[in-house]
């Protein structure tokens, strides 16, 4: 992606990373939200253009692109936006089951003020990275 892209972050246990992996020590489903970025939105971009692209390895469980058009967002003001991936198939929730390796690459539009990452039903693997550009 071109520089103009943004690492999301997950802050674990007051560790900040653009990459998390399943304790190998688990036995329950994860659930973690990333730290909120800007989104196109915050800066009253009129044309709402946001590409994601995601990376991992041997990942079991769902990640969600999650935006909200509060400017100081509360748990509830999040929602999952529409992602297409480009082929005219649209999601909100990306289930991935034992995916060996994989780069996948969504837009979606919207005059989103801050986006985060959602990974949920998470048993296995690794995010290796999740960026935005928009």
């Known amino acids: 992606m071109p520089a103009l892209s943004q690492s999301i972050t997950f802050t674990i246990n007051t560790v900040t990373s653009t990459s998390i992996t399943y304790p190998n020590t688990g036995t329950t489903a994860l659930t973690y939200s990333s730290d909120r970025i800007k989104g196109d939105g915050y800066f009253g971009n009129a044309d709402g253009l946001h590409t994601v692209q995601t990376k991992i390895t041997e990942f079991v469980g769902k990640i969600a692109i999650q935006g909200t058009l509060a400017t100081e967002p509360i748990e509830s003001d999040w929602f999952n936006v529409r992602l297409d991936d480009g082929t005219g198939n649209f999601t909100t929730v990306t ?40």
């Not at 919207?110 to 986006?115: E, L, P």
């Open 95 to 134: 289930n991935y089951t034992s995916v060996t390796s994989i780069v996948s690459c969504f837009n979606f539009t919207g005059n989103i003020v801050w986006v985060r990452a959602n990974v949920s039903n998470w048993t296995q693997g690794t995010v290796n990275s999740i960026q935005i550009n928009h």
